[in-house]
T-cell receptor, first 112, second 120 residues
């Protein structure tokens, strides 16, 4: 039931672009994206609440295809600070409450 | 922004002892908090949902008698790992829904700093 992310890992040079995909076999109510640095708690990036919604924060943006139960995170002109593990989280209605289930994670390394 | 604080950040204990981890929402009330566990190089796995004033809801495969959760107030949830063993060594992270209107969907989750437990 855990969302599947791809790729598992990616190495970029500073300034290059990357796309991280998240797909679920279950219906999605919303998709969250987080970035986690080693040994730290996840840091919130954005939430997508509606199918077809797209959001952006600086040079990081995301899209949500509700019908396909997929979301993608786009990192443009990557910076060294983008390095970390990216997790998508999908909200599911379980036991009468919404719970956030995290994907498998994508490790991103940006090199100079 | 909403702040969630966890304590302790690091704890080392002997096998067989119990360890309590606290999760506090500092500037907002959290009726629901979530406890996650993360093993090295793995994802965050939801352990349980902590509800203020009622019993926690545990995910499948999580032993409720081993991981005791208490949510006695709107700003504090505690996770007690009872009779800890080396395989319980992990990074435990709590989170709380922020003060956002739900509108049928979860709002942003605010995470604590995490607690790294090492059981010798």
């Amino acid at each position: 039931q855990q969302p599947v992310q791809s790729p598992q890992a990616v190495i970029l040079r500073e300034g290059e672009d990357a796309v991280i995909n998240c797909s679920s076999s279950k219906a999605l109510y919303s998709v969250h994206w987080y970035r986690q640095k080693h040994g730290e708690a996840p840091v919130f990036l954005m939430i997508l609440l509606k199918g077809g919604e797209q959001k952006g924060h600086e040079k990081i943006s995301a899209s949500f295809n509700e019908k396909k139960q997929q979301s993608s995170l786009y990192l443009t002109a990557s910076q060294l600070s983008y390095s970390g593990t990216y997790f998508c989280g999908t909200a599911r209605l379980m036991d009468s409450s919404y719970k956030l289930i995290f994907g498998s994670g994508t490790r991103l390394l940006v090199r100079p | 922004g909403a702040v969630v604080s966890q304590h302790p950040s690091w704890v080392i204990c002997k096998s067989g002892t119990s360890v309590k981890i606290e999760c506090r929402s500092l500037d907002f009330q959290a009726t629901t908090m979530f406890w996650y566990r993360q093993f090295p190089k793995q994802s965050l796995m939801l352990m349980a949902t902590s509800n203020e004033g009622s019993k926690a809801t545990y995910e499948q495969g999580v032993e409720k008698d081993k991981f005791l959760i208490n949510h006695a107030s709107l700003t504090l949830s505690t996770l007690t790992v009872t009779s800890a063993h080396p395989e319980d060594s992990s990074f435990y992270i709590c989170s709380a829904e922020g003060p956002l209107p739900r509108q049928g969907n979860t709002g942003e989750l605010f995470f604590g700093e995490g607690s790294r437990l090492t059981v010798l």
